[in-house]
C-alpha cells in the first residue's frame, strides 16, 4: 500500500521557515516524479514546486519562487520543501504527491499525501 505521509508544518511568523518532509512507503520513490501542492480554505488546490525523478529538474509556481526549495533523498525515501520568507498568503495545508511527470497539473500525480497544515502569521 502506498503512502505519502506529510509533515514538518505548523505555526511560523511571517518572513520564517519551515521545511516540509514527505515519506514515502509502499514505492520507489526513484521511479516517480514529486511534486508539493497545497490548498488554502475556499480555493482550489494549487501547485507549488515538482522535481524531477534524480532531482536534476525542479520547477515552481510564481508564488514560491526564490523562497521555496524542493529536493529529494531517493535513499530515504523523501522529499522535502524548504519554505522561506514565508508569508501570510503561504497559509494552507500542503500535500505532497508522487507520477509520472514533474508538471503542474494535479491530474499528473497518481499518489497523494494527508497534507500538513501551514499557518503563517503576520
Known amino acids: 500500500q502506498v503512502q505519502l505521509v506529510e509533515s514538518g508544518g505548523g505555526l511560523a511568523q511571517a518572513g520564517g521557515s519551515l521545511r516540509l518532509s514527505c515519506a514515502a512507503s509502499?514505492?520507489?520513490?526513484?521511479?516517480?516524479?514529486m511534486g508539493w501542492f497545497r490548498q488554502a480554505p475556499g480555493k482550489e488546490r494549487e501547485f507549488v514546486a515538482a522535481?524531477?525523478?534524480?532531482?536534476?529538474?525542479?520547477s515552481y509556481a510564481d508564488s514560491g519562487k526564490g523562497r521555496f526549495t524542493i529536493s529529494r533523498d531517493n535513499a530515504k525515501n523523501t522529499v522535502f520543501l524548504q519554505m522561506n520568507s514565508l508569508k501570510p498568503e503561504d497559509t494552507a495545508v500542503y500535500y505532497c504527491?508522487?507520477?509520472?511527470?514533474?508538471?503542474?497539473?494535479?491530474?499528473?500525480?497518481?499518489?497523494w499525501g494527508q497534507g500538513t497544515q501551514v499557518t503563517v502569521s503576520s
Open positions: 522535481i524531477s525523478r534524480r532531482g536534476t529538474s525542479t
Open positions: 504527491a508522487a507520477g509520472n511527470l514533474d508538471g503542474y497539473s494535479v491530474n499528473m500525480y497518481d499518489y
Open positions: 509502499g514505492l520507489t520513490l526513484r521511479l516517480y516524479a
